[in-house]
């Protein structure tokens, strides 16, 4: 196994690090940034003031909209001829986020990305399919650049063109392939439709995040693949993929590049931080970054904490899979819910394909989960097509149940025929709004 120094270090070495990386950061954006300039002296916290690593709860936090007020560049620290690329986030309305790196900064976050390709399986040598998204996107370019960098053959096939990803996994014998938990199994079912066998392909490992999956997804995409499925995280705002990843050992939470980032969990409504192990918003503060440095950047995501050594010999901290971000739990009647957790039991029912859709709809006055599920092509040809069948009544009913018994709704449960709900090519669209109203569920 290639283990980086910096992963075994202990807790000591590790925080001694980042608390003279925090000093530095918080230097640079007191220097540079007349935004946390102004909130630093608002505060009364000047770079001296941090003594310790708890002193982080004297900085401010840093939020999306802060980035839209300074669109395009006004949080960049750095002068304009030093920044060598710009991404942005793939939000969903108006103007993108717009994040910045510097030559450094790029030379970091491959080096971050070829060793969370390590932690995940990958090794020099051999081919990685890289079909995330190429673009503004961070997931296609910052995994490409890791990859190259540890020596691997990069296949820069982006997302889309399924047929095509077919023939080159078939041709080059890649062992990683890259891309959202949603698109693999695209993939894979393509595969399947053109009579290959998606267990026979040369992959071993894959590396898929830029979405919330569940234990669940986790099991039918090794099981459809014969891979080892590890998850890898990241966000635009703080670098991209590679803030942490699994290490393919345990799968056992995601360890966290500390050497770069300082993270803490809060309770999204006190701010306070939560105990390890308890759910909570992810926030995170960039160490080594120079062009687009952020203090507290409040991630919306929901995940907990746990700084016990991994089983692999890692020392890094680890924090559990996203279970969903903050916009995106669903609230029934009092009764928070996440797609991730549908997703979950969802996949548990063997007559269904691993694909879903949540609609949010009103039934009359209230709000409620019109939850659209497929059944296997196996089931289909059982009930020999007959979507009226007694079966498939039976199968409305059981899931109705499960997700009662789970998640504590009640869904209008719809059964749909193989293929008929949209797949994905990047991130999947798991909940659709149909309320036709601004009321926030
Ligand atoms: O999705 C970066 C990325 C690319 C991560 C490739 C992993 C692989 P953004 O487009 O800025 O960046 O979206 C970031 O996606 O705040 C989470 O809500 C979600 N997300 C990312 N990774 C995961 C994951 C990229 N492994 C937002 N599990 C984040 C759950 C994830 N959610």
Known sequence: MILHEIETVNREEIEKLQLERLRTTVERVFNNVPFYQEKLVERNVTPSSIKGLEDIAKLPFTKKQDLRNHYPFGLFAVDRKEIVRIHGSSGTSGKPTVVAYTRNDIKNWSEIIARAIVIAGGRPGEVLHNAYGYGLFTGGLGLHYGSEILGMCTVPISGGNTDRQITLIEDFEPTVICCTPSYVLNIAEHMEDLGKDPRKSSLKYGIFGAEPWSEEMRKTIEEKLAIKACDIYGLSEVMGPGVSVECHQEQNGLHVAEDHFLVEVIDPETLEAVPDGEDGELVF?????????????????????????????????????????????????????????????????????????????????????????????????????????????????????????????????????????????????????????????
């Open 285 to 441: 503060t960039s160490l080594t970054k120079e062009a687009f440095p952020v203090i507290r950047y409040r991630t919306g995501d929901i995940a907990s904490i746990n700084r016990e050594k991994c089983k692999c010999g890692r020392t890094t901290l680890r924090m559990s899979r996203v279970k969903g971000r903050l916009d995106d739990m669903i609230i029934i009647r009092g009764v928070n819910v996440f797609p991730s957790e549908i997703e979950h039991f969802l996949l548990t029912v063997k007559e269904l394909a691993p694909h879903y859709q949540v609609h949010l709809i009103k039934k009359g006055s209230m709000d409620a989960i019109e939850l659209n599920v497929e059944i296997t092509d196996a089931m289909y040809k059982q009930i020999s097509g007959d979507m009226n069948h007694e079966k498939v009544h039976q199968l409305t009913n059981m899931i109705h149940h499960i997700m009662k018994n789970s998640c504590l709704v009640s869904m209008d449960i719809k059964i749909h025929q193989p293929k008929s709900i949209k797949r994905s090519e990047g991130k999947a669209v798991r909940v659709i709004d149909k309320r036709n109203t601004s009321l926030k569920v």
